[in-house]
């Protein structure tokens, strides 16, 4: 009876040990502010569709999003607000990318990452502009800007099949390319990399 109830203890001991573990494994993949995945999680996942893609000749797209102007935010109105901004963001683009292959990551900073398997160009396009209208419709206001004047992303999408890419930093590079002529070309938009030929480049400050 003893020996019993020894073993199991021990078994209520290891099945605890390995629910800590598992939840130290997930936090670990985690942003500790928007809850979302971390660049740690990103570049692991980023690298294990970009390897399935190209096994399986499937589409694979990547979208980046940057705040607009998410400094003038931060000067005026506190990094407090500019940490909520980045939560409400965080939330609103995880309702954008809702199928459970689809990955939301904090990227650095004010920018995100959205990793979409089996999603093809068209669609990574349609799943961008719901995102945008989706942050514009928070209606987060600037404190120093025209009434009215609401927070808002800049998006850059990049899509792959076969072997258009050379690698997965390339992937990154173009829609980090798409995502800069997005800045350029006025804010508050989304922009396709059309294949090869953008060189990457960051965005500009904001």
Known sequence: ME??????????????????????????????????????????????????????????????????????????????????????????????????????????????????????????AQLAESARLGVERLGILYSNQPAGASITISLGIASVVGNLFPSAEALVGAADGALYLAKHQGRNRAIAHPGRGIRTVRPVST
């Open 3 to 124: 020996l019993k109830q020894v073993n199991r203890s021990l078994q209520q001991a290891s099945s605890q040990l390995q629910e800590a573990n598992r939840d130290l494994t997930r936090l670990s993949n985690l942003d500790g502010l928007t809850g979302i995945a971390n660049r740690r999680m990103f570049d692991q996942t980023l690298e294990t569709e970009w390897n399935r893609a190209r096994r399986t000749g499937t589409h694979l797209s990547l979208v980046l999003a940057d705040i607009d102007h998410f400094k003038q935010l931060n000067d005026a109105s506190g990094h407090q607000m500019g940490d909520e901004c980045l939560k409400l963001i965080a939330a609103e683009l995880a309702k954008a990318a809702r199928r459970a292959t689809d990955l939301v990551a904090r990227f650095g900073g004010e920018e995100f990452a959205l990793i979409l398997p089996g999603t093809d160009p068209l669609q990574a």
